[in-house]
């Protein structure tokens, strides 16, 4: 009788974790299937959006733990304002690895370097003297155009470029100073994709470049943006961590970041290039391509 009881007892207990694998497996499945169509929609939705619009656009969405990918015009070059603020602040730090460079290498503020677009340097004293490091909050989270061009003759175009072309970007370089039209009229441009930018990102988040230190560095800086009327302008409040950064110039409007939320991180790279006249309806698609991408990952 005693071994009936624990066999019986035996067989229940097999039969349960049978029901319990079961539905797990069919649950997981289920969700799977359910994420997958959600994806499908937002898919659709976006080349939707992008397809109304009057413009190009470069586009990348990715799901940083899935991988799974939106893409439209990726590898499309487009002018990229300010976004080429993000590798030269990569290539900084890069160069300071190798030992071309020192993070506390004085540069002087000059008086022609107050260009256009100097929200924080525009306002110091001509003769200020800040370190390389110092440069990169202003340049990154308020887009300081000075900060940016000291940057750049300190490092020097050549150099620079060399970097870009060390991290792997394919697309992207560095022309002209930043407001300097009178090389851009004179075809001198510089150029990225939302590829490129997209690749940049994904190696800081993944801990990639250089290592874990400076990667944090850099996207710490990228989450103290101050320009907040594109991908985080229509997200709730509080509901996610950003880290990006934009571009604004004359029929040219960029956003390219991360967002962080309690159901997965993704990666979004939009880059415009519109004939409008004034910017609104470029920072309204972004903003409204951040937010679809945003209520995908509320629905689970």
Known sequence: MKTKTVFLAAALIFLGAGVFI?????????????????????????QNKVGRFNGTVGLVIKDLDTGRE??????????SASLVKIPIMLSCYYAARDGKINLNDPVRLGYADKVGGSKVLGNKPVGSVFTVEQL??????????????LLIEHMGFDTLNIYFRK?????TNLARKMMDFKERR?????????????????????????????????L?????????????RKL??????????????RHIC????????????????????HENRFAMPAKKLISDIALLTYNYYRKF
Not at 136 to 149: E, F, G, R
Not at 196 to 211: Q, V
Request: proline share 4%; with cysteine.
């Open 167 to 171: 991290m792997g970007l394919k697309d």
């Open 22 to 46: 079961a539905y797990r497996n069919y649950g997981g499945s289920a969700e799977i299937r359910a994420r997958e169509k959600a994806w499908a929609g937002l898919k659709k939705d976006l």
């Open 136 to 149: 990169l909050k202003p340049m990154i989270t308020q887009s300081d155009n000075a900060a940016a061009n």
């Open 186 to 218: 004179a075809g001198e441009e510089n150029y990225t994709t939302a590829a490129d930018m997209a690749d940049l990102l994904e190696e800081l988040y993944r801990k990639k470049f250089l290592n874990d230190e400076i990667s944090d560095k850099c």
């Open 254 to 273: 960029h956003d390219v970041g991360i967002v962080f939320t309690d159901n997965g991180d993704f990666l979004i790279c939009v880059l415009v290039k």
């Open 70 to 79: 939106i893409d439209l015009n990726k590898d499309t070059p487009i002018p």
């Open 236 to 249: 709730p409040k509080g509901g996610a961590l950003i880290a990006h950064k934009t571009g604004l110039e």
């Open 220 to 232: 710490k800086l990228l989450g103290q943006q101050k320009i907040n009327d594109r991908i985080p």
